[in-house]
C-alpha cells in the first residue's frame, strides 16, 4: 500500500542571479513498511526534499500526499498538528530538551498534544531502545549513541505514518552509526515503520531497501 507520494516536487531559492534550484520536479512513491535511504553529496538537495516531505518548508511547485493527503492543503497550524501526529523527524543532532530525563524526551509529543502515556507502549519501546535503565538520566547523562536512541525513541512513540531521518548517524562514531541504523531496521522490521533516511554514506544506506541518490536536486538512479 502507497503511503506516500512525491509528485514534480520542486524548491527554488531566490531570484535572477542569486536564483538556487534545490529541488527541480522530482517524483517518486513509498510503500508502506519500506525503508528508503536517499544519498547524495552535501547541496545535492536530499535534506530539502526531507524538510519538504515532512511539512517542515513548502515547495515552489509540486505536491506531497501522505496516506493519500495533499499536506500543502493544510494551513499552517493544520500542518504543524499533522507534522507533530503523523511524522517522526529524526536529526543528527538529536534535539533533546536538557532539562527532560529520556522518558519525558520520549514522551514529550504526546504531553504537547494532551494525549495518554501507554505505559506496556513506553516500556516495549524502552525495551527497543535498550535504554530501560537509562529512562531517569538527562541528556548530559548520556553517551551520543543514547541520545540518539531518545531521539529515535521520540520518533516512534506517536506510531507515526512516516519516519524521516536526517543524518541520523553523521555525529557518531562508526560504531554508534552501525547500532543506530540497526535499531531504524529493526524498527523498521519489528514495527512495520515507514522510515525514509537521508544520508551521504553509502555503507549506511546498504542497511535500506531501497536507495535513492539524488545529484543538483535531480534523482538520478534507485536501486
Known sequence: MEILRVEK???IYGKDTT???ALDGV????EKGEFVAIVGASGSGKSTLLHLIGGVDRPTSGKVFIDGKNIYDYNEDQLA????????????FYNLIPILNVE???TLPLALDNREINQEQLNDLLKLLGLQSR???LPNELSGGQQQRTSIGRALITNPALILADEPTGNLDS???EEIVALLQKSNKELNQTIIMITHNMEIAKFADRIIKIEDGKIVKEA
Do not use: C, D, M, P
Not at 27 to 30: I, Q, T, Y
Not at 81 to 92: E, K, P, V, W
Open 9 to 11: 516536487l520542486t524548491k
Open 19 to 21: 536564483k538556487v534550484v
Open 27 to 30: 517524483s517518486f512513491s513509498v
Open 81 to 92: 498538528i499533522f507534522r507533530r501526529r503523523h511524522i517522526g523527524l529524526i536529526y543528527q
Open 104 to 106: 519525558e524526551n520520549i
Open 135 to 137: 529512562k531517569n538520566h
Open 175 to 177: 560504531k554508534a552509526s
